[in-house]
């Protein structure tokens, strides 16, 4: 026998070896187009009616997404500028009282919650809904569509919000968003469609990819309701989204949300413009969606599907953040702290130098100052006011665009300090030259009481 001729013992152990990686790789491909079956399955088991509000209906079709959309129902993530824990935001930044005197955001301002809560948040906030317009319904709820295909969408906005309230019973969820037929995505809000006209475009003719934002920017938008048709849901984006254009748009039709009862300025309040500065970020110039970063795909065996558990990617940087940028998620989420904490210093410097300006125009007003030399005075405060509330108002605390962001917050501080400065010309040709003595308003409460006095007509005197 030949010393290179393999003994028996080895040919069986090599053949023992080849059955079993025979059988491995039999298991692993039976494996593989189990999961590419499951994966394709896409047929829907039953069919869902055209305006099926109830969310639950759609789970026995798409099981995952509605598994992982009510997981917006939780409410203890929090971010160090975000997140869907609530937050009393007027405890937090009582300028913000002073800011909004007048207005129903100077009695209660919470941190925004989960889509799961949208419509029990309204029915809860301290804000009186009961001589409000069913236009502020328009984002709370998939019943909506309903509604505006039988009442029309203007005859909608001109119900009041009280008389609707027994037919508005679902949250956020799928018919907002999706076509229940095809599940493609759709856009289920007309004050969109007609914004997007406005400025000479068709929607119809969005991308896939553009929709994954847009069916966002239904809501996460500035807005307002027109006088006619009666409370109408608008988007002024006619000329543009930058706060330039918006400011250019409001100047034109003389829209005012209310007049500041401190400085009496006409103001106009920014609602939550999410898409508008996510527009003029790097992400969207990158085509990187809403739902890139707030719904990220994820698997299940062989099934990919997108999360919908809404939430701040820095609750979720491995399928978000990482799928992009290759960094520990310990260094992602420094850096977007960075960026945010910067911005915020910036909103910070803002309001300081806005509230302190109200109260320089009361002290004008009590020096004897006329509308008339006011209004230069005032024409500044409500350009820098619209300013930072563009910021201040859109969640992210200006990451989705900090370099605008940026660049917003230092005009308006720039146009409060040149407001400032103005006022105390005034108080000079008045014979005031002492410092404007300002109220304390350090706390929320503090805060409240002030501007409820004023309003009663006991401001307290900010001049010798």
């Not at 968003?177 to 006209?197: F, G, K, N, Q, Y």
Request: aromatic share 8%; proline share 6%.
């Amino acid at each position: 026998m030949s010393d290179s001729a393999p003994s028996p013992a080895r040919a069986w152990l090599g053949f023992a070896v080849a059955i079993v990686a025979v059988f491995a790789l039999g298991l692993l491909t039976a494996s593989v187009m189990e999961r590419r079956v499951e994966a394709q399955i896409r047929t829907p088991l039953v069919q869902i009616n055209a305006y099926e509000s109830d969310n639950g209906k759609w789970a026995v079709n798409w099981p995952r997404e509605h598994a992982s959309w009510k997981k917006t129902l939780e409410s203890t993530s929090e971010t160090k500028h975000g997140g869907a824990k609530p937050r009393d935001l007027l405890a937090e930044t009582p300028a913000n009282v002073i800011l909004f005197a007048g207005y129903a955001f100077s009695v209660d301002y919470n941190q925004a919650r989960g889509h799961m809560h949208a419509v029990e948040d309204v029915e809860k906030t301290g804000r009186d809904i009961s001589t409000k317009p069913a236009t502020c319904w328009t984002c709370k709820s998939p019943d909506v569509p309903r509604l505006m295909a039988e009442m029309g969408p203007a005859a909608f906005y001109a119900s009041k919000a009280k008389d609707l309230h027994t037919e508005i019973q679902h949250p956020i969820g799928c018919l907002d968003c999706h076509d229940p037929d095809t599940m493609a995505l759709r856009i289920s809000r007309p004050a969109l469609v007609e914004a997007w006209a406005s400025q000479g475009k068709d929607i119809r003719q969005a991308s896939h990819q553009e929709m994954r934002s847009l069916v966002c920017a239904q809501c996460h938008v500035e807005y307002y309701f027109k006088k006619e048709p009666k409370n109408y849901l608008t988007f002024p984006w006619s000329e543009g989204m930058k706060i330039e254009d918006m400011e250019k748009y409001y100047d034109a039709n003389g829209h005012v949300d209310w007049v500041h009862p401190i400085s009496k300025t006409p103001i106009v309040k920014m609602q939550h413009p999410d898409y508008e500065v996510y527009s003029q970020g790097i992400h969207a110039y990158r085509n990187v969606s809403c739902a890139d970063c707030h719904m990220p795909y994820k698997t299940e065996g062989g099934a990919k599907f997108t999360d919908h558990h809404i939430q701040s990617p820095l609750n979720n940087i491995q399928n978000s953040c990482a799928v992009c940028h290759r960094w520990g998620e310990a260094e992602i989420r420094g850096r977007v702290t960075a960026i945010q904490d910067k911005v915020a210093e910036g909103r910070h410097r803002a309001e300081l130098a806005l509230a302190q300006v109200h109260f320089d125009a009361l002290a004008c007003i009590q020096a004897g100052a006329t509308d008339e030399e006011l209004k230069p005075v005032r024409d500044l405060i409500r350009r820098s006011q619209m300013r930072w509330d563009y910021v201040a108002a859109n969640n992210g605390m200006g990451f989705h665009a900090p370099q605008e962001c940026q660049r917003i917050l230092a005009a308006a501080l720039d146009q409060a300090q040149q407001a400032r400065v103005l006022a105390l010309r005034l108080l000079a040709t008045r014979g005031v030259t002492a410092p404007v003595a300002y109220p304390d308003y350090s706390s929320k409460e503090k805060a409240q009481a002030l501007i409820q006095d004023i309003a009663a007509g006991k401001a307290p005197r900010l001049i010798p």
